[in-house]
């Protein structure tokens, strides 16, 4: 199970996200509470330790904010809107990792072939944890390597691996104590009921 801990602002919640066993960091550069300057998550990210992840958040950036980003913070991986790469010069050496948000109008039982391998399904808003349908997100789970996204928890993180058996979950506002700040002891207990339920043989 991959775990990513998203909107982390403070070398507090980095350790703490790092310490509880993260596969992903997030750091987000679109209009949020959690907002952080590329300059400021490079300087963050920069004792991370190897082999987790550094994943730059952003929502329809323009070709300029992206520079900035890559240049400053250069991430492992570029979270965006599907739609939004085409836009955007993202070299071999940066993951993709397409957003596709729940929708009503979407059959997510009759996705075709050219879904892309690796998609987050989140709620039809991000970062105001709302909770997609896992319903949908078990449809698209049986198609693609999909993180889960979207009201998460430490409370409900073990049914929603249970009912959905995505290939990872990605946390924010379920592991604050207020919009934006992040509680260690929360993160901790996201992360240990996540690997709870991979280990469990319901899953």
Request: charged share 20%; proline share 6%.
């Amino acid at each position: 199970m991959f775990v990513k801990v998203c909107g982390i602002a403070t070398a507090d919640a980095l350790r703490a996200a790092v310490h509880s066993g993260a596969d992903a960091i997030g750091f987000v550069f679109a209009e949020s509470p959690r907002r952080i300057s590329p300059q400021a998550a490079a300087e963050l990210a920069a004792d991370m330790p190897v082999g987790i992840a550094k994943v730059a958040v952003m929502l329809h950036p323009s070709a300029e904010e992206w520079s900035e980003v890559r240049r400053v913070f250069y991430p492992d991986w570029l979270q965006c809107d599907a739609g939004d790469y085409a836009a955007l010069d993202v070299p071999d050496t940066i993951g993709r990792f397409p957003v596709y948000r729940d929708r009503a109008s979407v059959d997510f039982g009759e996705v075709n072939a050219d879904w892309p391998e690796h998609i987050l399904f989140e709620g039809a808003k991000s970062g105001v944890g709302m909770q997609p349908d896992w319903d949908h997100a078990a449809q698209l789970a049986r198609r693609s390597c999909l993180m889960l996204a979207g009201g998460l928890t430490p409370a409900n993180v073990r049914e929603a691996i249970v009912r959905v058996h995505p290939w990872g979950v990605d946390v924010s506002s379920g592991i604050e104590s207020s919009p934006g700040v992040k509680d260690p002891a929360k993160i901790a207990a996201f992360i240990h009921a996540a690997r709870e339920a991979e280990g469990s043989h319901a899953v």
